[in-house]
């Protein structure tokens, strides 16, 4: 797996993108955090039409103004194609609102240059990524294919990362840090 401190690799994927763009399908890059100076909080998915993954989404999607206020961008990803992606949003009701894209890694490229590709299916496993603005990768948290994550401890994490201090174990936002 790529590791803390390391550049986030360059990329550009097809995506599926919130109604609000107008148009259904965007491209997305490496580089469109970092030219609008923003954090980049990538999660991955192993599967679309499954059971876990949309409760992780639409949870995402819930807490989708979080991570606006703290000046990052939001993508889910996965290797399913981005027409899976959109017929998938469109069945699935928790899903049909999304305010963030699902990129599309059909080439499975980008999850392989990250090292989460499970060598069984060659599906991602849940992995979550937050990336600086300057693309280098701060925090790395990837659970088997069957666990959930935990979208308030992403953004405890996002919130301490931001903050820049020394943070204690279960810090909130708010709390004091470690002053030596």
């Known amino acids: ?5 390391e550049k986030f690799p360059e990329f550009t994927k097809k995506s ?3 109604l609000e763009h107008g148009k259904e399908f965007e491209d997305i890059s490496a580089e469109d955090h970092k030219k609008d100076g923003k954090w980049m909080v990538m999660f991955w998915y192993p599967k679309d039409f499954t059971f876990v993954c949309p409760t992780e989404i639409a949870h995402f999607n819930q807490n989708y103004n979080e991570f606006q206020n703290r ?3 939001l993508y889910g ?3 399913d194609s981005e027409f899976v992606h959109l017929a998938w949003r469109n ?4 899903l049909r609102n999304l305010k963030f894209p699902l990129i599309a890694d059909t080439s499975k490229s980008l999850a392989e240059s990250l090292g989460i590709l499970e060598t069984d299916e060659k ?3 849940r992995a979550t990524f937050i990336v600086d603005p300057e693309g280098i ?3 790395i948290c990837a659970n088997d294919l069957n666990v959930g994550r935990n979208i308030h401890e992403v953004l405890r994490v996002l919130d301490g990362l931001q903050d820049g201090g020394l943070i204690p174990c279960d810090w909130e936002k708010g709390q004091n840090t470690i002053q030596v």
């Open 77 to 79: 990803a996965s290797t």
């Open 137 to 139: 990768i701060r925090w």
């Open 1 to 5: 797996m790529i590791s803390l401190g």
């Open 91 to 94: 069945d699935h009701p928790e």
């Open 71 to 73: 000046n990052a961008v």
């Open 16 to 18: 599926v993108v919130s």
């Open 123 to 125: 599906i991602a496993y």
